[in-house]
């Protein structure tokens, strides 16, 4: 392991949700990499969802929850660019051999990731009520 992955793995921190001998691999990928990758960067992904609605939609805080639960959904559902850039702040943490894995099975592993965001963004739906 390169000194690189070493830190990576030392600045996320443990292996988040429970896994045994049965879990599957995709959902060994999500507890051990995705989950505390989404713990950390929780606060960039906050500022860059504040970022997101200041530029695209100013109307947000005008918005009933469920609106602004639909609205978080759809930015990282539909909105192609943004969704990208979300991707890159999480991939951007996998070490050289968890990339390796992600690669082999991307399609399913993004699915996994931007519902875990879209999830967690949804959780703290109160942090976006006050106009930064």
């Not at 793995?9 to 879990?23: D, V």
């Not at 691999?25 to 504040?50: G, H, M, T, W």
């Not at 399913?108 to 739906?125: A, E, F, G, H, T």
């Amino acid at each position: 392991m390169n000194q690189r992955d070493k830190i990576i793995k030392e600045i996320r921190g443990e292996s988040l949700g429970e896994t045994n001998i049965q879990s599957l691999s995709d959902e060994l990928f999500q507890n051990e990499v995705l989950r505390p990758i989404l713990k950390l960067q929780n606060d960039l992904f906050i500022a860059s969802f504040l970022n997101y609605i200041s530029k695209y939609k100013r109307d947000f805080y005008t918005r009933t929850v469920e609106n602004k639960l639909s609205i978080i959904e759809n930015a990282i559902q539909k909105d192609i660019k943004f969704r990208n850039a979300l991707k890159g702040m999480i991939i951007g943490l996998f070490t050289t051999e968890e990339y390796a894995l992600y690669i082999k099975n991307s399609s399913s592993l993004n699915k996994r990731m931007m519902n875990l965001l879209i999830d967690r963004l949804k959780s703290q739906v109160q942090l976006f009520d006050v106009e930064s």
